[in-house]
């Protein structure tokens, strides 16, 4: 229930108002979309309104700026519906990646083998260039047979 409640908690303190969103774009034109996350469409709305305020006169630019407030307040919405789904996706691999530390730690033999593994001479195969172990007997990269390095050992 907790977790529940810890889930709720985080999604309602990174939500993004659409009314703010709304105003910024009112004010500045794309800093709501600028506070929703979204930098290169705001910076874009921002010089494409300024453009077509010098070309127009004002006039063109006065409808984009109606536009662009709508969509700001619809960007936020589009905003925290991601935001949900981004949160529950994280909280899934961080379960996924402490029930497989988990496993390891409790095998204890595993990360040595991996640590014996990672520490192990390497070289780069002659085909490809891709670093593989000195031990390889085939490229992981590109497939190549290789002739495997004798261990000093």
């Avoid at 993004?16 to 034109?29: I, M, R, T």
């Avoid at 390497?122 to 590109?142: D, F, I, N």
Wanted: hydrophobic share 50%; glycine share 10%.
């Amino acid at each position: 229930m907790s977790s529940e409640a810890e889930l709720l908690l985080l999604v309602e303190s990174r939500k993004k108002s659409g009314v703010v969103a709304a105003l910024l774009n009112l004010f500045l034109p794309g800093a709501g979309y600028v506070y929703c996350g979204r930098w290169i469409l705001g910076i874009f709305a921002f010089f494409f309104v300024i453009v077509l305020l010098l070309a127009s006169f004002g006039f063109a630019a006065i409808g984009i700026v109606l536009m662009l407030i709508i969509d700001g307040f619809l960007c936020a919405g589009r905003y925290n519906k991601d935001l949900v789904k981004d949160i529950i996706r994280q909280r899934a691999s961080e379960e996924k990646t402490s029930s497989m530390q988990g496993a390891n730690l409790s095998s204890g033999g595993s990360l040595r083998a991996q640590d014996t593994i990672a520490n192990q001479a390497s070289r780069s195969c002659p085909e490809c260039g891709e670093t593989v172990l000195a031990v390889a007997r085939k490229c992981k990269h590109c497939g190549s047979a290789i002739v495997p390095i004798a261990s000093a050992t």
